[in-house]
């Protein structure tokens, strides 16, 4: 029985990097005594995937793993089961069985959606006004955004408008409860063409002159998506359904 996990990483936990969540998860899905299934062979490991991996510092709303089961209670009974033995910092907003078929959250991933904004205490480059008349200028007006995009092997320019799929202003509340400012996207991400928010809020400041401090920002992934069969980008929870009583696989 195959089940999606969709959790939030916010608080400290934003500092700790993708292997060691793993590993975190690993142990908190033995210690919330989750029916897991293991591989076979000589060295059996839980039956385990991540969607997506999440940068260091980036807080998320939305990430997504993938486990086996040989049997499992509740929706509601595993999510509580879960975040009993979750630190500050994680936190578990819904389990589902996917429907047949259906495929690993890491290889239909098509697009995240992102609020990045000016971090408390920090000196925004920008006045909120300013990002609004500023995107038509950069994104709306123009056809071709030519970045250049840096991989471990080498770099290479790209087209990034058509991978951005919508950007906005935005306007929030902070890590801290205070109100904050900055951008919203909507950005292709996965496989295909895995566009990444400071990219294009580092190449947004030098089209108008601005410098860009990375540090000064904070991003949150609000939610990553997949195409469903009618071409529209769904959550990935959308391919499960709530499990009400308990099952066997």
Known sequence: MKIRIKFRKYGVMKFIGHLDIMRYFQKAIRRAEIDIA?????????????????GVGIISDGEYLDIEVKSTRTSQESIDALNSVMVDGIEITDYVELTEGAKKAMSIVAAAEYNV????????????????????????DREEILITKQTKKSERQIDVHPHIFSFDSYEGTGESGSHVYGFHFLLSAGSEENIKPELIVEDFCRFFGKEFQAFDYQI??????????????????????????????
């Not at 060295?43 to 999440?54: N, W």
Request: proline residues 7%.
């Open 38 to 54: 293991y591989t076979e062979g000589f060295s059996p490991h839980q039956i385990m995937s991540f969607a997506a991996p999440l």
């Open 117 to 140: 904004w000016f971090k408390e205490g920090k000196d925004p480059v920008f006045t909120p006004d300013e990002i609004t008349a500023g995107i038509k200028s950069y994104f709306e």
């Open 220 to 249: 949150q992934r609000k939610d990553v998506y997949a195409k469903n069969g009618a071409g529209i980008f769904v959550p990935l929870t959308n391919f499960g359904r709530k499990i009400v009583k308990e099952c066997q696989s």
